[in-house]
């Protein structure tokens, strides 16, 4: 639910509610249901765009790992932080924009409303409706959005735990796993926000961008603080995703004896 009203917050075109009252405010016309608008879609872009980009750093990564016989450098980990998260965020472009037009939904009148029943209902309407290429509507936005937010989490993570583990002071242990993926989640937030924001716009527009650079020029004209709309619930969304998915991650590493090189 707080994805749902991050949306309605970077949707606005001024503004005119912050996160409590966009919340109230949903939550008295539709109901609590309502904050949970998407959630097929949602589910379905963690199955394109998330599995894509872990899977493509993790693989090189173990394989950079094995072949050098130790820890790869930060610039190395940004680098292919940058490259997984611009391929998963191509791969789960069409999932993305169907979860941001369901969860929009739910603010705009009745005769507006898409009405998709769920992600595969979205997905095939607008591929039927509006053609294949307005699937990968945003998909520039969504990809460089995905290579920072994937830079942020993975690459910043394995760095931070290194860094933490390197002062001798803490074991590798849940509490190191949790450090570490704070920190990520924070470096996260701060670098996808502005990305998050024109991705948004764009994924739910109805033809009035023209392109990129219109859509930067128009939010622009809000203020500097229009491209961080919405950074609170966009950290608490992002940042106890980070911190759980690293220690379930670290756990299940450690169920199946995966070692790790640090």
Aim: glycine share 10%.
């Amino acid at each position: 639910h707080r994805l749902s009203y991050l949306v309605h917050l970077q949707t606005q075109h001024e503004v005119r509610m912050r996160m409590v009252g966009m919340t109230m405010s949903v939550v008295q016309r539709e109901g609590v249901l309502a904050l949970y608008s998407g959630l097929s879609a949602s589910l379905c872009r963690q199955m394109t765009y998330s599995l894509s980009r872990f899977a493509i750093y993790e693989t090189v990564s173990d394989q950079m790992k094995d072949r050098t016989h130790g820890p790869m450098p930060f610039y190395q980990k940004v680098l292919l932080g940058l490259f997984g998260g611009f391929a998963g965020g191509f791969i789960g472009t069409p999932a993305d924009m169907v979860n941001v037009r369901m969860q929009n939904d739910v603010k705009v009148p009745l005769e507006l409303r898409r009405n998709y029943a769920h992600a595969l209902d979205g997905l095939f309407r607008v591929w039927k409706e509006e053609g294949m290429k307005k699937l990968f509507s945003g998909a520039t936005m969504a990809s460089s959005r995905g290579a920072l937010v994937t830079v942020g989490q993975l690459a910043c993570y394995d760095q931070a735990k290194q860094l933490v583990l390197g002062t001798g002071a803490m074991q590798d242990n849940i509490l190191t796993h949790f450090l570490a993926s704070l920190i990520a989640g924070g470096c996260a937030t701060v670098l996808c926000q502005p990305l998050d924001v024109l991705k948004t716009r764009l994924m739910n527009s109805k033809g009035e961008y023209v392109g990129l650079l219109h859509c930067v020029r128009d939010t622009a004209k809000l203020g500097p603080n229009a491209f961080y709309k919405g950074l609170v619930p966009a950290g608490i969304r992002l940042i106890p995703h980070t911190v759980l998915t690293f220690i379930f991650l670290e756990q299940l590493r450690t169920c199946c004896g995966i070692r790790i090189v640090t």
